[in-house]
Structures are given as structure tokens and as C-alpha cells.
């Protein structure tokens, strides 16, 4: 079974440009997390989508925003990139169902975005 | 707030010894989940394990173990036996029981394995 996936790999963009990242989560799970890893840091949460509807926001400015599809496949936008945008871009699914705890979350390979 | 903190940048072990990585954490909750995160160059992040903090018990899986001591408010992770395979990146990372899937990771222990 294919796991989390994740597009594009890598991207590279100016400053106040704007960016679409894309994720498609495993089969069946209907809930995906973005999340940010700064380079020598850990990931901090941005978004939670569930069944097409937000579950959970980060600390992040109104720059960034996300959508999830009926195929649960889910977008992260970022407008007017400033150079500390420049990150790893991670997402991450689970089934979503019952006790989010409890639901185990799926990682893919993350896109790496960088600002010039 | 939830903080989850790790105080060991970098580790070296000899291959096939033991090694011990630190995390502390603070919350006011008293439910909660805490998890050992695997970040291989690859980028990918892997669950190494999960610890319920109901349960006494420590969780284990197969070379790994953690120390979860909640009224110190630390969760250790213990790596048997450390094989190659095992260098990477660490992090220990907090989750409560709320209506979200948010994590929220500590900053990483880079783990060298010396052959």
C-alpha cells in the first residue's frame, strides 16, 4: 500500500511569491496535518483537516492556509513567502475515526521549500 | 502551554551498546500521549513508540524501551543492541486528548552510531 505522499520533492521560490503544496494521504484516512520543520528544529503544527473541514490551527499567520478535497487529499497555500518560510514541509495522515489520540499518524517525505 | 524539551543535540554510541535519550516535558494535564519520533536523512518521520499516560506501566518495542516517570514529568528512551540502521534524528513529542491530531515536538537528539 502506498503511504503518505507528498508533492513537489523540492521547490524553490522568491520572496512574495506563493506556494501550493500538495499531500495525499494513505488510503482510507480521512484526516491530514501539515506541519513545519525549520531547519535544526522539530515540526511545529500548522493546520488539521477532517473530513474536508478544519479541525485544529497552529500558531501561523493568515499567510498560510490549507484546503482538504472530497478524495481527502489535502493543499497547503503559503502567500507572499518571506525568507523564513524556508523549511520542510511535512504531512502526516490518520484514520480520524473515534479518539484522534489514538489514531496513530502516517508521515511522508515532506517538500522542501526554499526562499531566495 | 505544552512544552516538550530535549537537552542532548547530539549522541554517540558504540554499535551494539546501549544508549539512553533524555526528554522532559510540562503540562497541567493529566491525560496525555507522548511519543518517540525516528527522522532518518530520508526525512520521513517514523513512530519508534508510544507511551498512554494512564498506563504505569513503560511501553516497550522490541530494542526500545522508555523510562516514563510522570510525576517528574520525563520520558526517556532507551535503544538496545544499537545498530546501524539506528542513526538519526530523535525527537520526543507531546499530544493531548483533545479534539486535534496536534503534536508538538521537542528539538531533536542527533543519534551517531560508531562501528
Known amino acids: 500500500d502506498a503511504g503518505v505522499t507528498q508533492s513537489p520533492t523540492h521547490l524553490i521560490k522568491t520572496r512574495g511569491q506563493h506556494v501550493t503544496l500538495r499531500c495525499s494521504p494513505i488510503s482510507g484516512h480521512k484526516s491530514v496535518s501539515w506541519y513545519q520543520q525549520v531547519l535544526g528544529q522539530g515540526p511545529q503544527f500548522i493546520f488539521q483537516y477532517y473530513e474536508k473541514e478544519e479541525r485544529g490551527r497552529g500558531n501561523f499567520p493568515d499567510r498560510f492556509s490549507a484546503r482538504q478535497f472530497p478524495n481527502y487529499s489535502s493543499e497547503l497555500n503559503v502567500n507572499a513567502l518571506l525568507l523564513g518560510d524556508s523549511a520542510l514541509y511535512l504531512c502526516?495522515?490518520?484514520?480520524?475515526?473515534?479518539?484522534?489520540?489514538?489514531?496513530?499518524?502516517?508521515f511522508g517525505d515532506g517538500t522542501r521549500l526554499s526562499i531566495l | 502551554a505544552q512544552t516538550v524539551t530535549q537537552s542532548q543535540p547530539e549522541m554517540s554510541v558504540q554499535e551494539a551498546e546501549t544508549v539512553t535519550l533524555s526528554c522532559t516535558y510540562d503540562t497541567s494535564e493529566s491525560d496525555y500521549y507522548l511519543f518517540w519520533y525516528k527522522q532518518p536523512p530520508s526525512r520521513q518521520m517514523i513512530l519508534v513508540i508510544r507511551?498512554?499516560?494512564?498506563?504505569?506501566q513503560n511501553a516497550t518495542e522490541n530494542r526500545f524501551s522508555v523510562n516514563f516517570q510522570k510525576a517528574a514529568k520525563s520520558f526517556s528512551l532507551k535503544i538496545s543492541d544499537s545498530q546501524l540502521g539506528d542513526a538519526a534524528m530523535y525527537f520526543c513529542a507531546y499530544r493531548s486528548p483533545g479534539r486535534d491530531d496536534k503534536i508538538i515536538f521537542g528539538k531533536g537528539t542527533r543519534l551517531h552510531i560508531l562501528p
Open positions: 502526516a495522515s490518520s484514520l480520524g475515526l473515534g479518539q484522534p489520540s489514538n489514531q496513530p499518524q502516517h
Open positions: 507511551q498512554e499516560a494512564y498506563k504505569q
